[in-house]
């Protein structure tokens, strides 16, 4: 029902900005929460911040607390990833997800989201 499609990664010097983007099609895009997670070699995927259906209520992982915004504008079907303070660390594909509703406002866990994005890339250097 939901097809996501992430824009906006790229190379970036340690201490730059990127603006991700997922784009959404389908009328439902409101009744989902959204996610950000990422995966770099090696790594298990990683959920970086997560928003509510209303994007009253968000979730930050610890390592980009301070660093990244996730928003989400529910008239045109997209949700924002605002990286800013990029370290190399950050390095690694991030994938948008979107997940039906349920009793968790922002889930965390990969299992509890039903559709992705196929990833982009994004590299922090140093």
């Known amino acids: 029902q939901v097809q996501l499609v992430e824009s906006g990664g790229g190379l970036v010097q340690a201490g730059g900005s990127l603006r991700l983007s997922c784009a959404a099609s389908?009328?439902?895009?409101?009744?989902?929460?959204m996610g950000w997670f990422r995966q770099a070699p090696g790594m298990e995927r990683e959920c970086v911040a997560a928003?509510?259906?209303?994007?009253?209520?968000?979730y930050y992982a610890d390592s980009v607390k301070g660093r990244f915004t996730i928003s989400r504008d529910n008239a045109k079907n997209t949700v924002y990833l605002q990286m800013n303070s990029l370290k190399p660390e950050d390095t690694a594909v991030y994938y948008c997800?979107?997940?039906?509703?349920?009793?968790?406002?922002?889930?965390?866990?990969?299992?509890?989201?039903?559709?992705w994005g196929q990833g982009t890339q994004v590299t922090v250097s140093s």
């Open positions: 389908g009328r439902t895009f409101s009744t989902y929460a």
């Open positions: 928003i509510s259906r209303s994007s009253g209520i968000t």
């Open positions: 997800a979107a997940a039906s509703a349920g009793v968790y406002s922002t889930p965390r866990t990969p299992s509890l989201y039903d559709y």
